[in-house]
């Protein structure tokens, strides 16, 4: 029986992680859907650190990212877990408000997979959601456990 995936979102404003988790669950996607509120407590998690060190092993369907996160910022959560051997075939998708080219660049260059800005419109934020959710979750094929 093949285990589901679980989905990361990291993200620290509650409005937005609830309608992201909301738009996901709207999709009837079975995957759980873990909820970080900052940059620190992204590497807790991806690290099974801290008041993580019990969480489910296995590996993550996609890890949706913020940018803008207080004690460390997305951009450095991005270049730690592409930058770690283990962690590295992570899917990642940013998911933040930036249009700033500049975070836009630094994201492709660290080897994020996709980059989203978050539509302000609520329909069109659900929408795009459910989306990356049903992409990451259900149609992706995550690389083979065998892979370097």
């Known amino acids: 029986m093949m285990m589901l995936r679980r989905i990361l979102l990291v993200e620290d404003n509650p409005n937005d992680a609830e309608l992201t988790r909301e738009a996901l669950a709207e999709h009837n996607l079975a995957n759980s859907v873990d909820w970080v509120k900052d940059g620190e407590e992204a590497l807790d998690y991806l690290y099974s650190r801290g008041k993580y060190a ?24 991005l270049r730690t877990l592409k930058a770690d051997a283990k962690l590295k075939y992570t899917p990642v998708v940013v998911l933040t408000s930036s249009r700033e080219e500049q975070d836009m660049i630094e994201s492709y260059r660290l080897g994020v997979n996709a980059y989203v ?22 149609v992706n094929e995550p690389p083979p456990a065998t892979c370097p």
């Not at 539509?119 to 259900?138: C, K, M, Q, S, Y």
Request: charged share 30%.
């Open 54 to 77: 019990d969480r489910p092993s296995g590996d993550l369907a996609v890890v949706l990212l913020d940018l803008k996160l207080p004690k460390v910022d997305g951009l450095e959560v």
């Open 117 to 138: 800005v978050k539509p302000v419109n609520f329909h069109d934020f659900t929408d795009a959601v459910r989306e990356l959710g049903a992409f990451w979750a259900i």
